[in-house]
């Protein structure tokens, strides 16, 4: 081997994890979610996850880095959870990136054959971004989610209390991008409204070895499995690079065998005891740490991990706190 093989070979594992991208990360963390039978975050039904269909573009798909279908097992419903994933983006007028993604998750939203607007979800999966546009854009689809119609939500927008300028300026530059995709025409304000209701920006910080989001995962499978944990999860990983570079679809039957084995325990396997309360909220207890009510990403892994409500996990983990006072 040459000395410059050596230390691209080096690089990459410094720096990537044994040479794992960010976004096949993302991509396992769902897999794995699929395979412990947890639920999906930015979907209200809490329907386990069926499929996880990656480079969906073939499909019809342009939020196409990975398509999360979740099914009712006793109905046969599915919703859906599109996925555009990014390290790192900002929402600004003149981004790169921008233009494609909010471009693509417009026209998705659009396709009555691929997306149902009152069910399905759309979202961004981002690295570390700016807390400017993490908290205000965040913001902005909070507020559209809890609105009554779009205009309360423009009510809302226009009222300093409730939103703030800043936040007002990162509306601007979603509704800038979503009238370049729609050709120039400016979409009512309803049609704006249900876009954003549907639209989520997710953080996931597993650029980072040590990162919560991993070890969150990881603790989910240390659930299920006496193995090495680290280990099963490279074989998820590497299971999904393989898969992702045929445009391949991971389901709880197409996956390999030996990863299959480590989900087929009868009952899970408690990993930490710090109170009588259900492993999966001891789990998102002792791991976050602290979460931000108002911010999508702590509210939907917090959600993925409890497959709880945020806010009836967030009642049950104050009781804890009450218990071991």
Known sequence: MSLNEAK????????????????SRVQSAFVALMLSRGVCPCIAYRWPIAEVALQARHRGYETDDAVIVTRNDNTGEECKLLLQIKHSIRFTERDSQMPDVIGAAWRDFNKSTHFTKKRDAIALVTGPISKTDSENVCRILNVARGASDSADFFSKINQSKVVSEAQRNKLKIIRLHVINANKGVNPSDDEFWKFLKCYHLIGFDMDLMTGVTTSLIQSLIGSHTDSNVQSVW??????????????????????????????????????VSIAPSPIKETIALNLIGGWDESTDGDRSIVESLSGMAFQDWQTKIREIWKEQA
């Open 8 to 23: 691209q070979l080096s690089n990459a594992f410094s720096t990537g994890g044994g040479g794992f991208t960010f976004e």
């Open 234 to 271: 490279n074989m998820i990983v590497q299971e999904v690079q393989e898969k992702g570079s045929v445009a391949g679809v991971l389901t709880l039957e197409s996956i390999s065998e030996p990863i299959k084995d480590f989900f087929k325990r009868d009952e899970v396997k408690p990993v």
